[in-house]
């Protein structure tokens, strides 16, 4: 938006600039400022606080925007003051604050003024831009994106005017973030590349880059940077220590730079440095320098290895174990001085690294002085119950005796959670007229309705007169609006119909053809844009509305629920069809289909025998359902990687007559849809409602917020659980697992849990494990969960889960075994011995044939005999 209005200026330089400025022209601006005179320019930074004051005083800032979607639409003057303001202001430290300024600043994407502030900046004294530079570094805050234009004017400052980078981790942040797709490129190369070792937050930044460690190196071996730069960074990161996951990056370089046997020789006490405590990748990387170049002094050795034998890492043990082995085949004398590093070694969490620490200690007995062996004795005490037994024999001591097995003592799994009733129907208009339904809130609609079409029945000049009000709110004009989005609309045209009968059939017919009111299933909204939640309900008021301009309003609605559920009990709902087969009433379709979807899937046998009777066509579909004759829906859960990781897209099929409620949707289940606003629609359909709520919860982000009480939902509805209850119940034991046995516990109850939960979750387990900075739990509190679970009665649905997740996340070729691996088989073969389970499961035989025994082989091992038992 331009401006005018601004005081005469002194001068006519000042005019110019106002001009330009008014005009929303950083270029123009530029041009001006860059002819201006020393004093002219003193002349022009005093009048621009004022210009800025009448722009703010005149709305045009971002206190006039509408909303934040429009918040930059009136600062389209911004650049061409911070333009101004950078080639008129006397000191850089003002100009540094100018062009921080807040008045500035947009929501959105910011317009390219680096270019015209280069421009008037030139003109100033070499060591004023070099200040400047500086100055404006400084003031980088967080990680800014090197894309902005804050970064861009720092870092082409900072390249002309030669000035010295300040040491600031923003700035090593943004220039890092700034970097062309060739590192050589980069400006500021000569002075930056060191810090990329140094500053806080680098290895977070570059934990996913792949490409330019093999470039970095290849600049190494050009001469373009110094090798011996490159290694040293990467081994002084090392030793500030960090994550696994920060130090990715520098551990990606430094095998990129593959060092000679002469560079990790002359850098040896380093390397050995890092196998106590570096994490687990950045120890694997010493120990492979140092054991391929050799030649360590014998107490450089002997101190590497316990570095490793004090680890909790079991590869990193037996590793070191192995080592070890070798050292004291060459060492003379006694071996005492290893004694505390391998008694450390056999209370070791990896139990194949513990066994073989046994080994090796019964194999050097002899060598140990009484000195040493109390060492070790006082290590075998610690060791788990029958591990330490051989130990004790050797050198004495007490070691803890095999624990007896205990049979487990299962606990009954607690009933099902039962869905509270219905309140009472609503008895009288006046009670109507409290019960206001609003969009999204379906237990009101369906309470209104319900009592509407019942009173319309008993008392309908009663209810003629208490919605007199509200009939007179409807506006003619709304017959011809399209679509209608809530009931509020199909409320008021019932209020209206009620207190002048034929209302809009007169309006129609007072019109010409061409200009007719909308039919009743116009005013619907179309399936593809509407939720069915929303629709479904919606279709109910139409067809009501319908029913009442016609004539032919039914006494009673067949699909009010007996449950806030939305569960509909077989006994009701025979009942009700029973009255109108008394009073050859037919039912209205969309009533039927709804009643039909909400039908209890549990009736006792004479109310199945009661609906056998009923000789209607409603009356017969619902003979079938309650004889099991029913189509289940088929849903398939497609994972498909996104820009912002995966997305889940449920794809549904259901090819069952008279089921409208998915029209448009049967392919994709493609709508936001919340669970508890579904779950009513669909109560006996819950796999369904689940595959929505799949949809909607990786709509907000990869990994967003499942509510508690989605689970006790899904717990109290019915109907086959298949691949989308099962994602759903695994999202919540990834996310919540210190909350979710409970809920867990009523799903189970209700059927709901068992091998499909298993497969989503090794889907979860497996996505989460290359996108680790995501993870807000543990693998090993998942299983504590699920063991909790098992423990609390639900033993043989675990065992379901189990099933399906050894048979998705057990290790395949060429994938590594971890110990989440060996924690998940521990658990598996626990709880099958729990419940009585049979059958072989081929994953399980083929890692228990494997030669090289493991803890995940020892496991997996009595896990199939308990299976083949």
């Given at each position: 938006?331009k ?6 200026a002194p001068s006519g330089?000042w005019?110019a600039?106002r001009?330009a ?6 270029a123009a601006t ?10 002219e320019r003193r002349?022009?930074?005093r009048e ?6 009448t722009?703010?005083s ?13 918040a930059?639409e009136?600062?389209?003057?911004s ?6 303001g950078?080639g ?14 807040r ?16 421009q ?7 060591e004023?831009q070099?200040?400047l530079?500086?100055?404006l570094?400084l003031r980088?805050?967080?990680t800014e ?6 970064v ?8 002309r005017?030669?000035a ?11 220039w890092?973030?700034a970097?062309p ?5 980069a ?7 060191p810090?990329v070792f ?11 880059d792949e490409e330019?460690?093999a470039r970095?190196?290849a ?16 081994l ?5 220590g ?11 370089l ?5 060092p000679?046997?002469a560079e990790?020789a002359?850098r ?6 890092l ?6 990748n950045?120890a694997?990387?010493?120990?492979r ?7 360590l002094?014998?107490?450089?050795a002997?101190?590497a290895?316990?570095g490793?034998?004090f680890?909790?890492e079991?590869k ?8 070890l082995d ?12 290893y004694?505390?590093?391998l008694a450390t070694?056999?209370?070791?969490e990896a139990?194949?690294?513990r066994?073989?620490a046994?080994r090796l200690?019964?194999?050097?007995a002899?060598r ?8 070790i ?9 029958g ?9 004495g001591?007490d070691a ?10 299962s606990?009954p799994?607690p ?7 219905m309140p009472v129907?609503?008895?009288t ?8 339904p ?6 009101p ?11 319309a ?15 007179g709110?409807f506006r ?6 399209r ?5 509020e609309?199909?409320i008021?045209?019932m209020?209206?119909?009620l207190?002048?009968?034929g ?5 129609a017919n007072?019109?010409?053809a061409?200009?007719?009111?909308a039919?009743?299933?116009?005013r619907i909204?179309e ?5 069915p ?11 009501v ?16 629920p007996t449950?806030?559920?939305?569960r509909l ?10 009255g109108?087969?008394?009073d ?8 039927l289909?709804?009643a ?11 109310v199945?025998?009661?609906?056998a009777?009923?000789t209607?066509?409603?009356?017969r ?10 189509v289940e829906?088929r849903?398939e859960?497609r ?12 794809v549904l099929s ?5 089921i409208t ?5 049967m392919t ?5 849809e ?8 669909l109560p006996?359909?819950?796999?369904v ?9 990786q709509?907000?982000g990869p ?7 989605a689970l006790?939902?899904?717990a109290?509805?019915e109907?086959?659980?298949?691949p ?7 999202h919540?034991?990834?996310?919540h697992?210190?909350e979710?046995v409970p809920l867990?516990l009523?799903?189970?109850a209700s059927g ?17 494990a290359?996108?680790?900075?995501y993870?807000?739990y543990?693998?090993v509190e998942v299983?504590?969960?699920l063991e ?6 639900a ?18 070729p060429g994938?590594?075994?971890t110990?989440?691996?060996?924690r998940?088989m521990t658990l598996a ?9 049979r059958g072989?499961?081929?994953p399980?035989a083929?890692l228990a044939g494997r ?6 082989v020892r ?10 038992a």
């Open positions: 938006m401006v005018s209005g601004h005081a005469a330089a005019d600039v001009a400025v008014q005009r929303e022209d950083a530029a041009a001006v400022v860059a002819r201006l005179t020393d004093e002349e022009v930074a621009l606080p004022g210009l800025l004051a722009l703010r005149f709305g045009h800032g971002r206190a006039g925007a509408r909303s934040i979607w429009s930059d009136n600062l389209g003057w650049e061409a003051m911070r333009v101004a950078a008129t202001i006397a000191g850089a430290a003002a100009v540094v604050t100018w062009l921080n300024g008045d500035f600043r947009r929501f959105w994407n910011d317009p390219d003024d680096v270019p015209h502030i280069l008037v900046v030139a003109a100033r004294p070499p004023w070099a200040d530079a500086v100055r570094a980088l805050r967080g994106p090197g894309r902005s234009r804050a861009r004017l720092v870092l082409e400052l900072l390249r005017t030669g010295e980078p300040p040491e600031h981790d923003p700035l090593t942040l943004a890092i973030d970097w797709a060739d590192p050589g490129d400006p500021l190369l000569d002075a930056m590349l810090r140094a500053s806080e937050g680098v290895g977070r930044l570059l934990r996913g330019r460690p970095l190196a600049l190494a071996a050009s001469g373009r940077v110094s090798r011996a730069l490159l290694l040293d960074g990467c002084s990161r090392f030793l500030r960090g994550t696994a996951a920060d130090l990715r990056f520098f551990v990606r430094h095998e990129a730079l593959a000679s046997a990790v002359e040896r006490r380093d390397y050995a440095a196998l106590p405590a570096a994490p687990a950045v694997d990387l010493a120990l320098r140092l054991r391929a170049v050799g030649g002094e014998p107490e450089e002997r101190e290895v316990e490793l034998l680890r909790a079991g990193l043990v037996r590793a070191g174990l192995i080592w070798r050292l004291l085949r060459d060492h003379p004398g006694d071996l005492d001085g004694a505390p590093a070694a056999l209370m070791c139990g194949e690294a066994e073989r046994a200690v019964l194999g050097y002899a140990f002085t009484p000195d040493g062996a109390a060492a004795r006082d290590a075998v005490a610690l060791m788990p119950p591990e330490g037994v051989a130990l004790a024999e050797a050198f001591g803890v005796p095999a624990a007896p097995e205990s049979r487990f003592a606990p799994l009933p099902a959670p039962e869905p509270t009733p129907p609503v008895a208009p006046a009670e109507l007229l409290r019960l206001w609003f969009r999204g809130d379906w237990l609609a369906e309470r209104w309705l319900d009592g509407f079409v019942r009173l029945a008993g008392d309908r000049p009663a209810l003629t007169g208490a919605l007199a009000t509200t009939a709110r003619t004009r709304d017959y011809w609006r679509p209608w989005w809530d009931t609309p199909w008021m045209a209020a209206k119909e207190s002048d009968p209302v809009e059939r007169r309006t007072a019109v010409l061409g200009d007719r009111p039919a009743v299933e116009e909204p399936a593809g844009h509407a939720k939640s929303l629709r479904m309900p919606l279709r109910r008021y139409a067809e509305y319908q029913a009442l301009t016609d004539g032919a309003l039914p006494p009673y609605l067949l699909a009010t449950h806030v559920s939305g009990d077989a006994a009701v709902l025979v009942e009700r069809l029973e109108y087969e008394r050859g009433m037919e039912p209205l379709p969309v009533d289909e709804q039909l979807l909400r039908l209890s899937r549990t009736a006792p046998g004479e199945a025998e009661r609906a009777r009923l209607g066509a409603a009356g579909a619902v003979a079938r359902l309650l004889s099991g004759e029913r829906p849903v859960l994972w498909k990687e996104g820009s912002h990781g995966p997305r889940i897209t449920p259901w090819d069952s007559p008279g409620v998915l029209d448009g949707q994709s289940a493609g709508s936001e919340m669970l508890d606003q579904l779950l009513p629609v006996a359909h819950r796999e409602a689940a595959a929505f709520a799949v949809h909607a919860m709509s907000y990994y967003s917020k499942l509510e508690s009480d006790t939902a899904l109290t509805a109907g086959p659980a298949g989308s209850v099962g994602c759903l119940a695994a919540h034991l990834c996310r697992p210190e979710a867990l009523d799903l189970a709901g849990l068992g091998e499909e939960t298993g497969r989503q979750l090794a889907a979860l387990l497996r996505d989460d290359t996108r680790w900075e993870r807000c543990s693998p299983l504590r969960a909790e679970l098992a423990r609390s009665g033993h043989r649905e675990v065992w379901g889960v189990m099933t399906g997740l050894l048979a998705a996340y057990l290790p395949g994938e590594r075994a110990s989440t691996h060996t998940m073969a626990d709880v099958a011995g729990w419940a009585g389970a072989a499961l081929e399980v083929e030669s090289r025994v493991t803890g995940l496991e997996a091992r009595r896990l199939h005999a308990t299976l083949t």
